[in-house]
């Protein structure tokens, strides 16, 4: 069964910056795509990034050149570096995950896509 631990969460000011982690446990390394969600209230969940098996990443408009997705596989966890950091940035943040043949170019910011979501951080940008 595939667990996903997120942490790194805070409150911090506009400008600042955060990494966010994820600890992935029980799955087969490549070949899974690995992804970052948010969901602010009263917002359906987003798509922020995502780091296919193959490695390649994607970025929602509203945070490419701010944010950047990596995974350490040697260390099971996938990373979200959050710089310049906005108050409209505040959101619950989620790990997901799912198994993939041959990638989810143009569908991986669809939540029902993953099959594997951790539990959340909270991060919160003021101005």
């Known amino acids: 069964q595939v667990q996903l631990v997120e942490s790194g969460g805070g409150s911090v000011q506009a400008g600042e910056s955060l990494t966010l982690s994820c600890v992935v446990s029980g799955y087969t390394k490549n070949r899974y795509c690995m992804a970052w969600f948010r969901q602010a209230p009263g917002q359906e969940r987003e798509g922020v990034a995502r780091i296919d098996r193959d490695g390649s990443t994607t970025y929602a408009d509203s945070v490419t050149g701010r944010f950047i997705i990596s995974k350490d596989n040697a260390k099971n966890t996938l990373y979200l570096q959050m710089n310049s950091l906005k108050p409209e940035d505040t959101a619950m943040y989620y790990c997901?995950?799912?198994?993939?043949?041959?990638?989810?170019?143009?569908?991986?910011?669809?939540?029902?896509?993953?099959?594997?979501w951790g539990r959340g951080t909270q991060v919160t940008v003021s101005s």
């Open positions: 997901a995950a799912t198994y993939t043949q041959s990638g989810m170019n143009g569908i991986w910011a669809v939540p029902t896509n993953y099959n594997y």
